[in-house]
């Protein structure tokens, strides 16, 4: 049973314009949420985290929300820019410092 | 610049075989993690490791076996290769006690099992 759960296989939006991808948790005991990204034949590279306290996290054009109550995050990308088409993977930390990932959405960014 | 190196980019290995995935990481990192990554399931753990000769099994241990005889290198194992383990196996690795935002994802090694 997946802990983590990224409901959207796929987006597509326009340039300029604003990707938000969620993602839902079940484990209530999750202390750390992260994003990653993921271009073909690559590892994921690390994009945003928020630690379980917050509600938000800003970096430059990724914002991360965290709605504990809801058990669900979301990343906002804006202005979206063709370079970030990408997977997208949700992760989340649990109690033995191991993480469990979401099942990844496809962001397709059109010019 | 931290580096997580798997051993091959691809591999296509028969039924049966015994397969080895090789990690190896250059950052002193105490924790070494193996994950498979599958078209909508995501990545999955499959075991990890805290410190040398210790192992923990992740989410979907079943027919793997690891091993850590040194610090930078966690070993994947199939003693028997099936069609069904078919897929992209990803390293990791992270700072004990550290935010999770270090952790650092090898490039993968695409397996396939005829």
């Known amino acids: 049973d997946q802990q983590v759960k990224q409901n959207s296989p796929s987006l597509s939006v326009q340039e300029g314009r604003i990707s938000i991808l969620n993602c839902d948790y079940t484990?209530?005991?999750?202390?750390?949420f992260l994003w990653y990204k993921k271009y073909p034949a690559e590892g994921p590279t690390f994009l945003i985290s928020i630690s379980s306290i917050k509600d938000k996290n800003e970096d430059g054009r990724f914002t991360v929300f965290l709605n504990k109550s809801a058990k669900h995050l979301s990343l906002h990308i804006v202005p979206s820019q063709p370079g970030d088409s990408a997977v997208y993977f949700c992760?989340?930390?649990?109690?033995?410092?191991?993480?469990?990932f979401g099942a990844g959405t496809r962001l397709t960014v059109k010019p | 610049d931290v580096k997580v190196t798997q051993s091959s980019r691809y591999l296509v290995k028969r039924t049966g075989e015994k397969v080895f995935l090789e990690c190896v990481q250059d950052m002193d990192h105490e924790n070494m993690f193996w994950y498979r990554q599958d078209p909508g399931l995501g990545l999955r753990l499959i075991y990890f490791s805290y410190d040398v000769k210790m192992k923990e099994k992740g989410d979907i241990p079943e027919g793997y076996s690891v091993s850590r005889e040194k610090k930078e290198r966690f070993s994947l194992i199939l003693e028997s290769a099936s069609t069904n383990q078919t897929s992209m196996y990803l390293c990791a690795s992270g700072t004990e006690g550290a935010p999770p935002d270090t952790q650092y994802f090898g490039p993968g090694t695409r397996l396939t099992v005829l």
């Open positions: 992760a989340a930390r649990g109690n033995n410092n191991d993480m469990r």
């Open positions: 484990n209530s005991m999750f202390d750390y």
